[in-house]
């Protein structure tokens, strides 16, 4: 198993930056790959980024490329989101969430396909 605890939220105005982190608890932390999904309020959870076991591979849902980035550290068993650029409808709270079936190349943009999840960090941005 693995524990997942986000950091970084706040509020920030429209075209700021937030570097939102989660830790994960583990030795295997390699072994997951790790996504960033998002829910607004009274909307659905959504996928925002993901990022394969090997960092080779990431992904991003369309609104947030070119603004996000996703990166992770091994070694520090962490995974980052650095927002860029931010807007109002990017507003949401923040969750992490791990996958331990992927194979080394994959970056899921399905959330059901993960198997742990932290407990989100809020972002709030004032136009």
């Known amino acids: 198993q693995v524990q997942l605890v986000e950091s970084g939220g706040g509020l920030v105005q429209a075209g700021g930056s937030l570097r939102l982190s989660c830790a994960a608890s583990?030795?295997?932390?390699?072994?997951?790959?790790m996504g960033w999904f998002r829910q607004a309020p009274g909307k659905e959870r959504e996928f925002v980024a993901a990022?394969?076991?090997?960092?080779?591979?990431?992904k991003y849902e369309d609104s947030v490329k070119g603004r996000f980035t996703i990166s992770r550290d091994n070694a520090k068993n962490t995974v980052s989101l650095q927002m860029n650029s931010l807007k109002p409808e990017d507003t949401a709270v923040y969750y992490c969430?791990?996958?331990?079936?992927?194979?080394?190349?994959?970056?899921?943009?399905?959330?059901?396909?993960?198997?742990?999840w932290g407990q989100g960090t809020q972002v709030t941005v004032s136009s």
């Open positions: 969430a791990a996958d331990s079936t992927s194979n080394y190349y994959r970056a899921p943009d399905d959330e059901h396909q993960y198997d742990y």
């Open positions: 583990g030795r295997t932390f390699s072994s997951y790959a």
């Open positions: 990022i394969s076991r090997n960092s080779a591979i990431t």
